[in-house]
């Protein structure tokens, strides 16, 4: 009957973190109102040392937040005669795309960084077009890309003929900072136990196996909420799974505790400890994060 009830828990909980999930991915943090960050897109260039150039994505669409193409007639345009880099505007304005895309009137000198970023509104799906002022001339990427996640960071290498393009995004270190997360939180909790006076194998080996499941499907669900909708959507869901995690570890605790212990274990003294182990665990991964 325990191990029955032990799994009804386990699934609880993945079905709570599968729900916040699906909605993080459902309903992400682009809220209608212009609030909290928004999608990005950055690009890494290699190859174009020591040269001189201004960079711009090609839209799918005809605009994207306050971005839009220019009208045939010249209406609507950003920039007028006499601004700075108005002549750079014009020959991206001039630009003639053989698939179709837009240029929506934003472009970076990327001479110096040899990085473009576009962190407002970018489109989901775009070619790269750069002009070189020296020679008079376009390199414009051979097929289209699109936005893989909330922040997409690409690597391009270019040469004068073409450019090709890969993601760039740092797994490695996403993967490394999220086992880094689940490890501390896990020992600052059993750390609290023993603050408890939770001393026995049997007690801390229970709440390690707990916490261990409950910390591997809060990070991992907070990492793919990160990864989708960005920092703002991880902040708020982070809140409402530690209390949901605090609820369900106290019931827990409050249950099963006793059955570890050759003492009697207070009734107060199991939720007492998930709510003080759970906010250390929420302040150190809130740090962290």
């Known amino acids: 009957m325990r191990r029955i009830k032990g799994r009804q828990v386990i699934k609880g909980i993945a079905l709570l973190f599968f729900i916040a999930l699906s909605l993080s991915i459902m309903f992400p ?42 009208e045939k007639n010249g209406n609507r345009a950003r920039y007028k005669e006499g601004d700075e880099e108005y002549e750079i505007f014009v020959k991206f304005a001039g630009y003639t795309d053989k698939d179709g895309y837009y240029f929506l009137q934003y472009f970076k000198d990327c001479s110096e960084t040899h990085q473009f970023s576009w962190t407002y509104y970018p489109p989901p799906l775009f070619k790269i077009l750069l002009y070189f002022p020296e020679t008079d001339s376009f390199i414009v990427s051979d097929t289209s890309y699109e936005r893989y ?29 999220l086992f880094a997360r689940i490890l501390l939180t896990i020992a600052i909790e059993l750390v609290i136990a023993l603050l408890f006076c939770f001393r026995e194998k049997k007690i801390l080996g229970f709440i390690a196996i707990v916490n261990a499941v409950t910390q591997i499907a809060l990070n991992l669900t907070l990492n793919i909420i990160n990864y989708y909708s960005g920092h703002m959507a991880y902040l708020v869901f982070f809140v409402l799974l530690e209390i949901i995690i605090v609820i369900m570890e106290a019931v827990i605790f409050a249950r099963y505790l006793s059955r570890f212990s050759h003492r009697e274990v207070p009734k107060w003294k199991p939720g007492v400890y998930a709510v003080a182990a759970n906010f250390a665990s929420f302040a150190l991964g809130l740090g962290l994060s």
């Open 149 to 177: 996640a909330f922040d997409s960071y690409f690597t391009a290498e270019v040469t004068e003929t073409g450019m090709s393009m890969v993601r760039s995004y740092d797994a490695t270190n996403e993967i490394f900072s």
């Open 29 to 70: 943090a682009t809220a209608r109102a212009d609030i909290g960050p928004k999608p990005s897109v950055v690009i890494d260039f290699k190859g174009l040392e020591g040269k001189e150039y201004y960079a711009t994505l090609l839209s799918s669409v005809k605009s994207t937040g306050p971005y839009w193409a220019v």
